[in-house]
């Protein structure tokens, strides 16, 4: 839904006009999965998938939420009553950015907001940072708070840690918040530097496919808290902050000083070499090579698949039919447990690869995916 049709349903629902309308994007990973939480290297880029917000300030301590999508009504949330973890809804996202914009000082006195997304939603594209990055954007210009983009991604993920209970890193946040057209943005989610690196695959004749296998996931879901609690205890076990301090080189007497620890020896050995392949994505993109980065791709795929194991059936058929097809590189994208995967493919091929995995879906009696092109886009922004 554009800008123009979300503001007038705000104006239906609310009787009078939207202070503004902003967006913010989902995400695609290209590489570097499971690193963030552990201070290592991601490269995700923006997809033209977005969450769109027409908003208005309110002065009466109400917080009134519509979304186009849900078709519960209007929910009305009193500011003064938000609490951690009470809200097991789509609300909970929203509120929990107005909760933690508060928790850091910002007098923000309630809000009336109409959203509308075409971000898949259970599809590992983060549909709910796209959610969390939208309202951040619009209070912060509408409030006058002037908060550097990357302090913006830091609240909406402090909002879905707390707020929400999802054990998320910073990635999803600053992807949606940070990304520009065009680019894959190389993030140090330690100190938060940034580089927006040149990802035109269609000036070389390529094209990357993400296929939604339409197998739901949950962030706050156990499965995705006992990775990270593993990788603390990786940490912790070998005297480092983070996982990130463990050197590549280094990494087999790492994993030997861990012992009989098989579990933490498969979460350590999958992030050290996941951060070594975002920065052996990194140079074969700025050597103008991005056919290259393929079977990196791939090897990042086996580790998620077997050291980390949070892929599924669904993930693994996409990847394998697609590399017996003929693609550069493919693996499982976002957290796992369901949701996406990525293609690499010459643009020529993409339609003979999309047949060949639906077909494969259909054989194997999985429901159908859907598969559509990954263009990078711009990050979030105000629309009027």
């Known amino acids: 839904m554009g800008a123009q049709r979300v503001a007038e349903r705000f104006a239906e629902l609310y009787g009078t006009e939207p202070e503004g309308v902003w967006a913010a994007p989902g995400r695609v990973n290209l590489i570097g999965e499971h690193t963030d939480y552990n201070d290592g290297f991601v490269m995700p880029f923006a997809l033209p998938h977005q969450t769109v917000a027409a908003v208005s300030r309110r002065t009466d301590g109400v917080l009134r939420l519509h979304s186009a999508d849900v078709g519960d009504g209007i929910a009305e949330l009193r500011l003064d009553d938000l609490a951690p973890q009470t809200d097991r809804e789509w609300t909970a996202y929203p509120a929990g950015v107005v909760w933690a914009l508060r928790e850091a000082g910002h007098e923000i006195t309630g809000a009336d907001v109409h959203l509308s997304s075409t971000v898949p939603t259970g599809a590992g594209l983060s549909s709910s940072a796209a959610l969390e990055v939208v309202i951040a954007l619009a209070l912060s210009d509408l409030y006058g708070l002037e908060l550097a983009r990357w302090k913006l991604a830091r609240l909406c993920q402090r909002a879905e840690n707390v707020y929400v209970g999802a054990p998320t890193g910073i990635m999803d946040q600053t992807a949606s918040a940070c990304c520009e057209q065009g680019h894959a943005l190389f993030l140090d989610t330690r100190d938060l530097s940034q580089q927006q690196i040149p990802f035109d695959l269609a000036a070389r004749g390529l094209g990357l496919l993400v296929v939604d296998t339409r197998v739901k996931h949950a962030h706050s879901g156990g499965e995705y808290g006992k990775r990270r609690a593993g990788c603390e205890k990786g940490a912790a076990l070998l005297g480092v902050d983070a996982l990130r301090d463990i050197p590549y080189d280094g990494l087999d007497e790492a994993l030997a000083r861990l012992g009989d620890e098989e579990e933490v020896v498969r979460l350590v050995r999958h992030v050290v070499t996941e951060d070594a392949r975002v920065e052996r994505t990194v140079a074969l993109l700025r050597a103008g090579d991005p056919r290259a980065i393929g079977p990196v791709l791939t090897e990042g795929h086996a580790s998620l698949r077997d050291d980390f194991r949070v892929s599924c059936p669904e993930l693994d058929l996409v990847v394998d039919t697609a590399l017996a097809a003929g693609a550069l590189g493919a693996r499982m994208t976002g957290g796992g447990f369901g949701g996406s995967a990525i ?42």
């Not at 010459?346 to 639906?358: C, M, P, Q, Y």
């Open 343 to 384: 293609v690499l493919t010459e643009a020529a091929e993409a339609g003979t690869l999309t047949k060949a995995i639906e077909a494969a879906f259909a054989a194997a009696d999985f429901t159908a995916p859907r598969v559509f092109e990954a263009v990078p886009s711009a990050g979030a922004r105000r629309l009027r």
